[in-house]
């Protein structure tokens, strides 16, 4: 067995242990340099290439190649230059040299958006899907309490509930979980609904004396999908007939998996009922994605789209680009219209000017920015934050918002306490100090002011 046919072998069997998404990005390009006593040299493309199969997929490359030849005993990757890839064994791995054509003509082929069609009885993108979900230390557990769900439906992690910031996939992972049951069996109803959407139905149903009908609809559903439950609060009518739903379901076994940016107990004006339910199962939090996971986010959409950027461009924009992977989508497109627009291949500098411009700084928020995203988290009035009163619905949010000025923009407590309403010093060093000691022992005002910063560092 020479060198391109132990691997090709191989990936065949790798690639069923792995997501496609992650395949395409990790092992594109890698082929076997040498295969001599017990020992098999993998040619990387790079130094991230190397350390990524190293410590993630080492063990699935070693099992994989040692059931093709038993007497192996160890893998080793070594960087391959280009140049180095097209010869002896690996002529099936030839770099070829691209011209500004072919540039342009797969970034025209980009640009032509192929239309995805929603399912219609389930409301499911067939796009997210687990293949394309790329998986990092970020989202790790919210995917394997995801994958859990799908393997022992309504009774593994029911019901299952994962919030975080903007832009960081939840969506993709809930509707995988509906794809994945469509998929596997096609008797099983599914449904994905947002919640603004479910509340429409419902006043569509009281307007229409429909009501029974609505209700019977959505008990029939092995698995209900609801995205962004922090938009049921204050909407009493829907918490109560979605509290009753969520019973129905829950008592009949069937599955329920919500979406939010923030946790339970920190939606205001929830029911304690139906929060209850909400807290019931699994709680899990998919925070901002951390470089390597960047890195892989942008290789698997540039592979998909057929975008050609080289990698040291990749690794620039997930450098650049630390919010969210929605970010890193939009950084990426608009890459490769600059690159179209001008006709020819980018340079770092010129990506790294127009990533500049695109992206927000972090000095860029201000007071007013972090004390209307607090009024809003809150559901008070703005101008309540500023009154001098004791009412603890708005001494709390009071003070975050100092403890947060301070934090976040190096604000002097002169300076905090003149934008209170000239507020003595004292009260913001208490409100700060206070906020500090609150933190250290309760985790759930702490994933509150996560949820706060996620809003207006996120704010455009």
């Keep these: 067995m020479n060198n391109q046919e132990l691997w090709t072998r191989a990936l065949s069997e790798i690639e069923l242990s792995v997501s496609r998404a992650n395949f395409v990005t990790w092992f594109k390009d890698t082929h076997v340099i040498e ?49 180095d890839t097209a010869s002896g064994d690996n002529q099936q791995y030839p770099q070829k040299i691209r011209s500004k054509k072919d540039f342009i003509m797969q970034a025209e082929e980009q640009m032509e958006f192929k239309e995805i069609t929603i ?38 992690y029911n ?10 996939g939840k969506t993709h992972l809930l509707q995988a979980i509906g794809n994945y049951i469509v998929k596997e069996d096609k008797n099983k109803k599914v449904n994905y609904i947002t919640s603004e959407k479910f509340s429409n139905e419902l006043v569509s149903s009281l307007q229409n004396n429909t009501v029974q009908n609505f209700k019977e609809k959505y008990r029939e ?14 909407k009493t009518k829907t918490q109560e007939e979605f ?13 329920v998996v919500f979406s939010s940016d ?73 890459i490769q219209i600059q690159s179209r627009h001008q006709n020819k291949t980018l340079s770092l500098e010129e990506i790294k000017s127009i990533l500049s411009k695109n992206i ?26 500023f009154e001098r009163t004791r009412k603890t619905e708005i001494v709390k949010p009071r003070q975050i918002a100092m403890y947060l000025i301070r934090e976040d923009l190096k604000g002097s407590y002169p300076f905090i306490g003149q934008k209170f309403g000239g507020m003595d010093h004292t009260t913001a ?15 759930g005002l702490e994933e509150e002011i996560k949820s706060i910063r996620g809003k207006y560092q996120n704010q455009k």
Aim: hydrophobic fraction near 40%; charge should be neutral; avoid cysteine.
């Design 35 to 83: 295969h001599r006593d017990g020992n098999v040299t993998v040619g990387v493309p790079n130094g991230f290439s190397k350390e990524w199969l190293e410590n993630k997929y080492h063990k699935f490359i070693l099992k994989s190649v040692r059931n093709l030849i038993p007497e192996i005993r160890a893998i080793n990757y070594n960087i391959v230059a280009p140049s």
């Design 429 to 443: 060093i208490h409100a700060y100090e206070k906020i500090s000691e609150d933190l250290k022992r309760d985790s």
């Design 360 to 385: 927000k700084p972090k000095s860029t928020i201000t007071t007013a920015q972090i004390i209307k995203t607090i009024a809003e988290f809150y559901d008070i009035p703005e101008r309540s934050i």
């Design 159 to 168: 019901p299952l509930f994962v919030y975080g910031g903007v832009g960081l």
């Design 243 to 255: 509290f009753y739903t969520f019973n129905a379901l829950f008592d009949a076994g069937k599955q």
């Design 262 to 334: 923030r946790p339970p107990k920190s939606i205001p004006d929830i029911e304690e009922r139906l929060r209850s339910r909400l807290e019931a199962g699994v709680i899990i939090d998919i925070s901002e994605p951390e470089y390597e996971t960047r890195l892989a986010i942008l290789k698997s959409k540039a592979a998909e789209r057929k975008i050609s950027l080289s990698e040291s461009s990749l690794e620039l924009i997930a450098s650049m680009v630390q919010k969210n992977i929605r970010e890193l989508e939009g950084a990426l497109n608009t």
């Design 119 to 156: 399912d219609p009885r389930t409301n499911l993108n067939p796009k997210y899907t687990f293949e394309t979900f790329i998986v990092g230390s970020f989202n790790e557990l919210a995917h394997a309490a995801a994958l859990a769900v799908t393997k022992n439906l309504g009774k593994a």
């Design 221 to 234: 559903y092995d698995l209900l999908v609801v995205d962004d439950v922090q938009f049921f609060a204050g």
